[in-house]
């Protein structure tokens, strides 16, 4: 909770990453800086029990977003996330005795990151828990790759789109009419709600083209640059959360733990694991992750939850998804010799 990344091998994640013609971009699997060297000497369990294991850590996200809202303050889950996210990663750093970044140049750049990537995202789909299933907000979060591959059109003159690619844009927004039910006048969810979990998921790759373009090739390690990020992010949250919240009252357990398991689970140990798959078997299926982000928080809003869904949600969902592929396509590269 979470525009795809450049196309890249395992054994090149670390290298300065340039803007790639062959892939839009990803909401959550491209590295910032180098990935350590000695990382597959330490896996000791198949990325694809990691990649199952992060596909629930966040799917259930949207399920701890909606009970920590239970009982307290959007922007107070938002606060609480971001600082044990920001503790597992600091403990992380001084386990490994990693440094954290010395240009201020880097922390400029952290600094916007921070914004698009956690405090904004986070505070958006916390309000929209209030409002909306969080079921819906989980569907809502699978159109990050349709949002970053409509802004890759704008942002990178080189990434020119295809007929399939723009096909999926087109059929992944048809899903979300389809979610929001555009022929009911769109009675039938919350709109606003809905537009602050849309608005969030657009977010996501807005920062990461800000990283892709500023982070991207930094010589500190992806810990210690995402480190550095979750704990501007939550100073930035510090900030919000004192100015425009007061100290609970009480502070109901069961919120609260779902506030801890989502930032220690969600934030700080997820952000781990993803490093690992990314350096291991490379971005273009790390990212794979996003189409089943939905269909764990739409099982598990049902299930734990008891939401209902209409029949629209689950069909919408199946259409984002959809399309959402599609604009993961790469082009075909033309062989040697032959024209057109």
């Not at 502070?251 to 398991?261: D, E, M, S, T, Y």
């Not at 997820?270 to 971005?283: D, H, R």
């Given at each position: 909770?979470?525009?795809?990344?450049?196309?890249?091998?395992?054994d090149?994640?670390?290298?300065?990453l340039?803007?790639s013609?062959?892939?839009?971009?990803?909401?959550?699997?491209?590295?910032?800086?180098?990935?350590?060297?000695?990382?597959?000497?330490?896996?000791v369990?198949?990325?694809?029990?990691?990649?199952?294991?992060?596909?629930?850590?966040?799917?259930?996200?949207?399920?701890?977003?909606?009970?920590?809202?239970?009982?307290?303050?959007?922007?107070?889950?938002?606060?609480?996330?971001?600082?044990?996210?920001?503790?597992?990663?600091?403990?992380?750093?001084?386990?490994?005795?990693?440094?954290?970044?010395?240009?201020?140049r880097?922390?400029?750049?952290?600094?916007?990151?921070?914004?698009?990537?956690?405090?904004?995202?986070?505070?958006?789909?916390?309000?929209?828990?209030?409002?909306?299933p969080?079921?819906?907000?989980?569907?809502?979060?699978?159109?990050?790759?349709l949002?970053g591959?409509?802004l890759s059109?704008?942002?990178?003159?080189?990434?020119?789109?295809?007929?399939?690619?723009?096909?999926?844009?087109?059929?992944?927004?048809?899903?979300?009419?389809?979610?929001?039910g555009?022929?009911?006048?769109?009675?039938g969810?919350?709109?606003?709600?809905?537009?602050?979990?849309?608005?969030?998921?657009?977010?996501?790759?807005?920062?990461?083209?800000y990283?892709?373009?500023?982070?991207a090739?930094?010589?500190?390690?992806?810990?210690?640059?995402?480190g550095?990020?979750?704990?501007?992010?939550?100073?930035?949250?510090?900030?919000?959360?004192?100015?425009f919240?007061?100290?609970?009252?009480?502070?109901?357990?069961?919120?609260?733990?779902?506030?801890?398991?989502?930032?220690?689970?969600?934030?700080?140990?997820?952000?781990?694991?993803?490093f690992?798959?990314?350096?291991?078997?490379?971005?273009?299926?790390?990212?794979?992750v996003?189409?089943?982000?939905?269909?764990?928080?739409?099982?598990?809003?049902?299930?734990?939850l008891?939401?209902?869904?209409?029949?629209?949600?689950?069909?919408?969902?199946?259409i984002?998804?959809?399309?959402?592929?599609?604009?993961?396509?790469?082009?075909?590269?033309?062989?040697?010799?032959?024209?057109?």
């Amino acid at each position: 909770m979470r525009a795809s990344p450049p196309t890249q091998r395992p054994d090149t994640v670390g290298r300065r990453l340039e803007p790639s013609t062959t892939a839009p971009l990803s909401t959550r699997t491209e590295p910032y800086g180098r990935s350590n060297s000695n990382s597959r000497r330490r896996i000791v369990l198949d990325w694809r029990i990691r990649f199952v294991l992060l596909s629930l850590i966040w799917g259930f996200s949207f399920l701890f977003i909606k009970v920590g809202t239970d009982g307290y303050a959007p922007l107070q889950v938002t606060f609480g996330r971001m600082v044990f996210g920001t503790a597992i990663l600091a403990a992380v750093l001084l386990i490994r005795g990693d440094r954290l970044p010395r240009s201020r140049r880097t922390w400029a750049h952290l600094m916007v990151s921070a914004f698009f990537l956690n405090a904004l995202p986070f505070t958006l789909f916390a309000y929209a828990g209030t409002m909306i299933p969080s079921a819906v907000s989980g569907i809502c979060n699978a159109t990050s790759p349709l949002w970053g591959m409509a802004l890759s059109l704008v942002a990178l003159s080189e990434d020119r789109p295809t007929r399939r690619r723009v096909a999926g844009l087109g059929l992944g927004f048809i899903g979300v009419l389809t979610v929001l039910g555009a022929w009911q006048g769109f009675s039938g969810t919350d709109p606003t709600g809905t537009a602050l979990a849309l608005a969030a998921s657009l977010s996501y790759p807005i920062g990461w083209i800000y990283v892709r373009r500023h982070l991207a090739g930094c010589p500190e390690s992806n810990v210690s640059i995402a480190g550095s990020q979750l704990l501007l992010g939550t100073v930035q949250l510090t900030v919000v959360t004192v100015a425009f919240t007061s100290v609970p009252s009480s502070f109901p357990v069961v919120p609260l733990l779902a506030v801890v398991a989502l930032g220690a689970l969600g934030t700080g140990i997820a952000f781990l694991i993803q490093f690992g798959i990314v350096a291991e078997v490379g971005p273009t299926t790390a990212q794979m992750v996003t189409y089943f982000i939905p269909v764990i928080a739409t099982a598990a809003g049902v299930v734990v939850l008891g939401e209902t869904l209409r029949w629209s949600t689950p069909v919408g969902a199946v259409i984002i998804l959809a399309g959402a592929a599609l604009t993961q396509t790469k082009r075909r590269r033309a062989k040697p010799g032959v024209v057109g």
